[in-house]
């Protein structure tokens, strides 16, 4: 018996008109496309200007000149128009500006110092230079590492300081799968960093007004009264977190047990925590809507609230995103009497990239609007699947379905990035969110009544006791079986999920039969892939040697198996930063096996004694000088040599020297001999 699915043309025109009713969708689909074609090609400026003054006139001329017959026309031109405008955007906005190479250096302190285990961090902006006997005023935003002394902690958001060492270019490690830090501080236009030891600089008596600057130093005084009240160091990193965005002193196990049981979102202050202050202003303000000049006293009322919020979090990125949405979707809820939540949201979307286009690459910036469009795409979905008559369990039968909700939107987003899903999310947000929801006022209340010793001491004991049991729960949850699934996902499955999940979004508003088709297409093109990816990784031998100055680490991978051999045994708190495990969890392999140089071991792979190693047919040796070798077979990797006191001549054909030190002399004309991971990165070799 052949079943035929029956398309409704109802469902198409609806999907249709749904589209219409979202014009900022286009415009932003556009305006974003524009910005990955200027991300990845060299554009002249003036030419992409000349571009969009041309569309324009064209546009102008055919709406003067109107016919049926330009509509498409002026469509077409409309979308070019905003392709062009997010290319001209762009490459304004990271306009470099001139680096200085030497004289002196008058900088702003931008962020309280914080401490490091050898330094103090800090973003300055320089905003002039001596130079020649001239001043030469400048806009350079550059990351400061201050010697470690008591000067440093009396430095504030706002200090001018002078100094005179040139601030050096921001370069990677070049590690395989590495986190791309310089990319990452690009797209924050800060592109060189500088060391401050003591007496190279010192601090003015001048200081300078900003709004951010000024907001910083309001956080760190909020942050005081937070650690005058009797909090424990733990549950204050949280709250700090939860409330105000401060996030330089968590611990990285509170911030493993709470990305292990789903719950890493509530300690990002983004679009969660705004949207809570959204709700209690709705709470306490709601009324006001049920007037026309009353909700134009509620979005006054709303957006300087939220704002106010933003400015008490020290005006972060994430939180003054968060708050430009809200503040978007508040304006097109109640000042027009038709809205489209979906329209407002890309609205604040389209707004957001025209004032900084570097937001689209932004992760927070990515799952913020995924998610909320989850939520409000797919829960009520969800939601109707049970009928739940019971108040008490909708409530929180609504949670899990938010949950759900926001967790399939992201999942392409978290497993391509972060390369793990948390199993219990489900069960997390049960409890994490409405405590949040209580968290987040309490703390903000507390900040506001610190003065009356009483009712402070009362909110601080009872915020302390529920962030304790928060995190007592969310690590029991972490201990749970299968509580985190590793999962390596690369540009191209990325690609297909993405397609898989939102031909699925589309299929669900529009019922087309083609895009269950679709959805299969791309899921057996996802199999196909991971299938090809199983069957190289299983015949897959390499050898990589890490750029790490202080501890050399080796890298030996054969199929799924794998060993890092290191110079010194690594720390357990070392781990999280062990170049490895990123190689590890990228190509999903298994957990591997630890040694040291001077370990002796033998299996079926791997063969190690006194700094020999045998491995897949390869051999090499670990910081062994040469002469010491056996010269009439040299190994076919010799591995931080202390010394390169031998004849190149006297090197076989298919030996690889790499040291992680710079030698200078009669080597330097030998570069296919000699491979320096400090300058060209970590040296890798597949067979």
Not at 23 to 40: D, E
Not at 243 to 269: C, N
Not at 399 to 409: D, G, K, M, P, Y
Not at 546 to 570: C, D, Q, R, V
């Amino acid at each position: 018996m052949l079943i035929r699915l029956k398309q409704h043309p109802s469902n198409q025109k609806q999907l249709e008109k749904t589209v219409q009713n979202v014009p900022f969708l286009r415009l932003s689909i556009a305006l974003a496309t524009g910005i990955i074609i200027g991300t990845y090609f060299a554009v002249d400026v003036k030419l992409i200007f000349a571009v969009l003054a041309i569309i324009l006139f064209l546009l102008i001329f055919f709406n003067k000149n109107y016919r049926y017959s330009y509509n498409f026309l002026f469509g077409l031109g409309i979308q070019f128009f905003f392709v062009f405008l997010g290319i001209f955007v762009l490459h304004q906005f990271n306009k470099k500006p001139f680096f200085y190479e030497n004289g002196n250096f008058a900088a702003v302190i931008l962020e309280t110092p914080q401490e490091k285990p050898n330094s103090y961090k800090s973003v300055l902006k320089v905003d002039a230079v001596y130079h020649n006997d001239s001043v030469h005023p400048t806009k350079e935003l550059v990351i400061a590492y201050f010697a470690k002394d008591e000067t440093v902690q009396k430095l504030k958001a706002g200090d001018i300081i002078l100094f005179s060492n040139a601030p050096q270019p921001i370069e990677n490690k070049n590690n395989p799968y590495e986190f791309d830090y310089k990319k990452y501080l690009g797209q924050k236009r800060i592109y060189r960093q500088v060391y401050l030891s003591t007496g190279n600089w010192i601090k003015t008596k001048q200081t300078t007004f900003s709004l951010i600057c000024y907001a910083e130093r309001i956080r760190e005084s909020l942050l005081k009264i937070y650690r005058s009240q009797p909090i424990d160091e733990t549950e204050f990193e949280i709250l700090s977190a939860l409330t105000l965005g401060y996030k330089r002193e968590l611990d990285p196990e509170t911030k493993q047990v709470f990305s292990a049981s789903g719950a890493s979102h509530v300690l990002a202050v983004s679009g969660l925590h705004v949207g809570i202050v959204f709700l209690v202003i709705m709470l306490l303000f709601g009324f006001l809507k049920k007037q026309k000049t009353g909700r134009i006293i509620f979005v006054i009322v709303s957006i300087s609230i939220l704002w106010f919020y933003a400015f008490l979090t020290g005006l972060s990125p994430s939180v003054m995103r968060a708050s430009a949405m809200f503040s978007i979707v508040v304006i097109g809820d109640n000042l027009h009497r038709k809205s489209n939540i979906y329209n407002s949201l890309a609205a604040s979307a389209f707004v957001l990239l025209l004032i900084n286009p570097n937001n689209l690459f932004d992760i927070g910036f990515q799952l913020s609007y995924t998610a909320v469009f989850g939520i409000v795409f797919l829960q009520p979905k969800l939601e109707k699947l049970v009928l739940v008559k019971n108040k008490f369990l909708r409530y929180f039968w609504s949670l899990i379905t938010v949950s759900f909700a926001a967790q399939i939107a992201t999942f392409p987003i978290t497993t391509y990035y972060f390369g793990q899903f948390p199993t219990y999310f489900w069960l997390t947000n049960t409890f994490v969110i409405p405590a949040v929801m209580v968290l987040i006022p309490l703390g903000i209340l507390l900040l506001f009544v610190s003065k009356i010793y009483v009712l402070s001491n009362l909110l601080a004991v009872l915020l302390n006791y529920m962030i304790k049991t928060i995190y007592f729960l969310l690590s029991s949850i972490e201990l749970l079986p299968f509580s985190v699934l590793e999962m390596s996902v690369n540009q191209i499955q990325f690609i297909f999920i993405t397609a898989i999940v939102t031909s699925v979004f589309i299929y669900l508003k529009s019922n087309q039969v083609y895009l269950i088709k679709t959805t299969l297409f791309f899921t057996l093109l996802l199999s196909f892939s991971n299938l090809l990816n199983e069957s190289n990784r299983l015949n897959h031998n390499e050898l990589i040697v890490y750029n790490t100055a202080k501890n050399p680490i080796i890298h030996l991978i054969h199929g799924k198996k794998n060993y890092i051999i290191s110079e010194e045994k690594i720390k357990e708190e070392e781990m999280n930063y062990c170049p490895g495990i990123n190689t590890q969890q990228k190509l999903g392999l298994n957990p591997p096996v630890f040694l040291i140089s001077t370990d002796t071991l033998t299996d079926e792979n791997i063969l190690l004694k006194d700094r020999l190693v045998f491995f897949e047919g390869k051999s090499l040796s670990i910081q062994k000088n040469i002469p010491d070798l056996n010269k009439d077979k040299l190994p076919d990797f010799i591995i931080n040599p202390k010394k390169l006191d031998f004849n190149p001549v006297d090197i076989e054909s298919g030996t690889k020297i790499i040291s992680n030190k710079r030698f200078f002399g009669k080597n330097e004309i030998h570069p296919t001999l000699i491979h320096y991971t400090t300058t060209e990165g970590a040296f890798r070799k597949k067979w």
